[in-house]
């Protein structure tokens, strides 16, 4: 119980540190908008994560609410796709591709090619650097915080089923390069 809390304390002190890098607020209005974006994350992993490090493919929905530089606030839906190879106890980097669609129908396409993971027990948090491929902010960086707890027992890691589902919040930051 106490390392659980302790998990928790410390995951949550990241993802406050990493937000408050990543989320600023935006910068003077100019072509390039800024876009900061939060919400909650629910992920699947398939095949589950065990002890053993294998390719996972992760699918992710996202409830987000966006704000653009003239602060005018919004809700957006995003949809994660990518693969890693991952387990329990290890994840390594990988390509993530993610679809958001904002409220008034425009979407942002982003590829994310870089991403740095700290894990304890069943706590990710996950920064991740990419650009906008096409749509809304396109060419611009996108930095996206993630904060993920596995759902589920961690004893479902030693099944061949493995630990397939997890939740969290995250942050989004789409801004001029």
């Known amino acids: 119980m106490l390392a659980r809390r302790f998990v928790g304390m410390v995951?949550?002190?990241l993802l406050v540190a990493a937000t408050s890098l990543t989320?600023?607020?935006?910068?003077?209005a100019h072509d390039d908008e800024a876009i900061s974006c939060h919400g909650r994350e629910s992920t699947h992993f398939s095949p589950g994560k065990t002890l053993l490090p294998?390719?996972?493919h992760a699918r992710a929905h996202i409830d987000y609410t966006c704000t653009d530089e003239s602060g005018e606030a919004g809700r957006a839906t995003g949809r994660i796709t990518g693969q890693t190879r991952t387990s329990c106890v290890h994840v390594s980097g990988g390509l993530t591709r993610e679809v958001v669609t904002y409220a008034d129908g425009r979407r942002?396409?982003?590829?994310?090619?870089?991403?740095?993971?700290?894990?304890?027990?069943?706590a990710n948090v996950v920064l991740f650097r990419g650009r906008v491929?096409?749509?809304?902010?396109?060419?611009?960086?996108?930095?996206?915080?993630?904060?993920?707890l596995d759902k589920g027992l961690p004893t479902a890691c030693l099944t061949p089923g493995g630990l397939t589902d997890a939740s969290g919040?995250?942050?989004?930051?789409?801004?001029?390069v």
Do not use: H, K, M, W
């Open 169 to 176: 919040v995250v942050s989004l930051r789409i801004e001029p």
């Open 54 to 56: 294998r390719l996972v």
């Open 23 to 28: 989320c600023a607020p935006p910068a003077a």
């Open 133 to 148: 491929l096409e749509g809304r902010g396109q060419g611009q960086r996108a930095v996206r915080t993630l904060f993920l």
């Open 11 to 13: 995951a949550g002190g």
């Open 108 to 122: 942002s396409v982003i590829l994310y090619t870089d991403d740095t993971v700290a894990q304890v027990a069943n």
